[in-house]
């Protein structure tokens, strides 16, 4: 049975198939001739690596699912009664 690639190593080819420092360098470089007295552009150009990361924390712990679960149940099982709303004819009645 062949063994699949580890999700460390999909992760970086996925990464380098978008180019995002290749392109950010470049970016970086036109703005720094139309701007050329413009520091933040400099730090820029130290310090590239991908910035968009995935949320570390996960949204649905089992204890929160639990607490989901039972706040349904609980809402299915009180239901408010309906008061039922008089027609036209029915207040006109009520009036006299």
């Not at 999700?7 to 080819?13: L, M, R, V, Y």
């Not at 949320?55 to 239901?79: D, F, G």
Request: proline share 4%.
């Amino acid at each position: 049975m062949a063994k699949g690639k580890s999700s460390s190593q999909s992760n970086k080819d996925h990464y380098k198939s978008y180019n995002y420092d290749l392109n950010r360098k470049a970016r970086l470089a036109k703005l720094a001739k139309e701007q050329p007295n413009n520091q933040q552009i400099k730090d820029a150009q130290g310090n590239i690596h991908y910035r968009r990361k995935k949320p570390v924390a996960s949204k649905w712990t089992p204890k929160s699912k639990e607490l989901a679960h039972m706040n349904r149940i609980c809402k299915r099982q009180y239901i408010e009664p309906k008061t039922q709303k008089l027609g036209y004819f029915e207040e006109l009645k009520n009036e006299h």
